[in-house]
């Protein structure tokens, strides 16, 4: 599970046993943890999942996300490669 971000106390980070799943990224901070489907055609982060958020805390952590949109694919993308040898 490679950490790719920490920022503001959310670690954000992604599995490496979820083949079948479109691009996503998981992110926690203390109890709170949740998983975002990304669009890149629409520029979208998609919920997939959220457990003790807040909704400010799904702001904050939508924010990190498309302020970060590019380096999260490229993360995504070099995880993928390395995966796949």
């Known amino acids: 599970m490679p950490t790719i971000l920490m920022i503001l106390g959310w670690r954000f980070y992604f599995y490496a046993n979820e083949r079948t799943e479109p691009i996503h990224v998981h992110c926690c901070k203390g109890d ?4 975002y489907w990304l669009d890149i055609q629409g520029f979208e ?3 997939a999942r959220a457990y003790n ?3 400010a805390d799904k702001r904050v952590v939508r924010r990190i996300i498309f302020d970060n949109f ?11 490669e390395m995966k796949n040898g």
């Open 53 to 55: 958020m807040s909704p």
């Open 32 to 35: 709170a943890e949740a998983k």
């Open 70 to 80: 590019d380096y999260i694919m490229t993360e995504w993308n070099k995880f993928q």
């Open 45 to 47: 982060a998609i919920e």
